[in-house]
């Protein structure tokens, strides 16, 4: 791959972060960060089958930066630790109901900055990107 296409990659890639506020330090009217949302989730979708390595190795985080979130998040009481049933020394993740309103909440912010991001666009225009982010998820998926 030549230079100029991976300057052009680049630009989008910073383009992009820029319009979903991946630069902002918090998630609108929350206290919590894109990774510690995006932590949150993933407890929420395998709830109570998670244990942190799983989410280390799933999201590419540092070990360290992962404990602090879960501390973070169990502090917050968004999520419980509890003894994993199929090996003691390990603990399985889940989301608490304050952790899942936490949650809800940023889903609607997110939603609201979509819908604000694509106001304006016709609904084929919208379908394109829609595929054209479905096409780059295909390939990237490899």
Do not use: C, P, W
């Not at 395998?46 to 502090?75: C, H, W």
């Amino acid at each position: 791959m030549d230079k100029e296409i991976i300057d052009d990659i680049r630009r989008f890639n910073r383009f992009y972060a820029t319009v979903i506020g991946m630069l902002d330090s918090k998630i609108s009217n929350t206290e919590y960060s894109i990774t510690e949302a995006r932590v949150l989730f993933e407890i929420r979708e395998k709830n109570g089958e998670y244990i942190a390595n799983d989410l280390v190795a799933k999201l590419n985080i540092d070990r360290s930066y992962m404990s602090r979130i879960l501390r973070k998040l169990k502090k917050d009481e968004l999520i419980e630790k509890t003894r994993s049933l199929n090996d003691s020394r390990k603990n399985s993740l889940s989301i608490t109901d304050d952790g899942i309103k936490v949650l809800e909440h940023v889903n609607d912010s997110t939603d609201a900055q979509i819908l604000k991001l694509f106001n304006g666009l016709t609904k084929d225009e919208v379908l394109e990107i829609r595929d054209d982010m479905y096409k780059i998820q295909q390939y990237l998926d490899k």
